[in-house]
T-cell receptor
Framework: GDSVTQMEGPVTLSEEAFLTINCTYT??????LFWYVQYPGEGLQLLLK?????DKGSNKGFEATYRKETTSFHLEKGSVQVSDSAVYFC????????????FGQGTRLTINP | NAGVTQTPKFQVLKTGQSMTLQCAQD?????MSWYRQDPGMGLRLIHY???????DQGEVPNGYNVSRSTTEDFPLRLLSAAPSQTSVYFC???????????FGPGTRLTVL
């Protein structure tokens, strides 16, 4: 079946550092790919998405490119802020409405001032 | 517009007790889902619904029941709680033709 693997955390960086969180997937066909973010004590929020190969999703300075050849969707940000501290989830779905999401295990990110 | 709401926020049960976790959305979304979040495992799908009167099982359905009598509501029932059901439960909804699921704030359940 489908699966998503993220780099293990936790990840701790200093403010203004460059961020990469690796995500690879196993799936048949061409799923849509997502990054969700969970701030402390809150539910998940969609951060960005890509629906086909070579698409780049971007939001709030974060970017991720759908790489079919390497089955990857790595999350990057050029200069992180303390407010980016959260848990980040990579996910995929084959279905309309992005239902039946398959999630990675999550990566906890802490940014120190 | 409240989005997706869940009640209660916290709940403690004893083994064998039953309860219902409530979920409601006011966005007229067709699709609704229940996930559980466990440490180191991400979120896993319990049950989902593609419309009123239609539900189906996800990855980890055992011990849970759902029904969807209206578009707005999608309650999750624990029939006989077990310690293995200690988790954080999230409800989500999405509309047809979109690629975005909206999540509720979660219910933290502890089964003793």
């Amino acid at each position: 079946g489908d699966s998503v693997t993220q780099m293990e955390g936790p990840v701790t960086l200093s403010e203004e550092a460059f961020l990469t969180i690796n995500c690879t997937y196993t799936a048949t066909g061409y799923p849509s790919l997502f990054w969700y973010v969970q701030y402390p004590g809150e539910g998940l929020q969609l951060l960005l998405k890509a629906t086909k190969a070579d698409d780049k999703g971007s939001n709030k300075g974060f970017e991720a490119t759908y790489r079919k050849e390497t089955t990857s969707f790595h999350l990057e940000k050029g200069s992180v802020q303390v407010s980016d501290s959260a848990v980040y989830f990579c996910a995929l779905s084959h279905f309309q409405g992005a239902q039946k999401l398959v999630f990675g295990q999550g990566t906890r990110l802490t940014i120190n001032p | 517009n409240a989005g997706v709401t869940q009640t209660p926020k916290f709940q403690v049960l004893k083994t064998g007790q039953s309860m219902t976790l409530q979920c409601a959305q006011d966005m007229n979304h067709e699709y609704m889902s229940w996930y559980r979040q466990d440490p180191g495992m991400g979120l896993r799908l319990i049950h989902y619904s593609v419309g009123a009167g239609i539900t189906d099982q996800g990855e980890v359905p055992n011990g849970y029941n759902v029904s969807r009598s209206t578009t707005e509501d999608f309650p999750l029932r624990l029939l006989s709680a077990a310690p293995s059901q200690t988790s954080v439960y999230f409800c989500a909804s999405s509309g047809a033709g979109t690629d975005t699921q909206y999540f509720g704030p979660g219910t933290r359940l502890t089964v003793l």
